[in-house]
Nanobody, 121 residues
Framework: QVQLVESGGGLVQPGGSLRLSCAAS????????MGWYRQAPGKERELVAT???????KFDDSVKGRFIISRDHAKNTVYLQMNSLKPEDTAVYYC???????????????WGQGTQVTVSS
């Protein structure tokens, strides 16, 4: 059974930094794209950043220049380095990955359980 497990959320002051991690585990044949989404109270889930299998990245305009996404293929892990955090970055952050499970012919979408990030003084 494939699952994504996130870590690294918490409370940080404005201007501070946090690093989120998301590790995929289970019977995995291959992983395609990985990324991070977030959902603030009363709002819809939105894309934060994605990274392809070859390392091409994409960011929402609101986080460009502040957030960095990276991945470690050997560890099946994706990271989100968040710098210069603002109160409007407060949300539950979800990891997403397109994974081909072992003994399965296609890719499926998987989501982590979410990790809370709160930016407040």
């Amino acid at each position: 059974q494939v699952q994504l497990v996130e870590s690294g959320g918490g409370l940080v002051q404005p201007g501070g930094s946090l690093r989120l991690s998301c590790a995929a585990s289970g019977s995995i044949f291959a992983i395609n794209g990985m990324g991070w989404y977030r959902q603030a109270p009363g709002k819809e889930r939105e894309l934060v950043a994605t990274i392809t299998v070859v390392g091409t990245t994409k960011f929402d305009d609101s986080v460009k220049g502040r957030f960095i996404i990276s991945r470690d293929h050997a560890k099946n892990t994706v990271y989100l380095q968040m710098n210069s955090l603002k109160p409007e970055d407060t949300a539950v952050y979800y990891c997403h990955a397109q994974i081909r499970p072992a003994h399965y012919s296609g890719y499926r979408d998987y989501w982590g359980q979410g990790t809370q990030v709160t930016v407040s003084s």
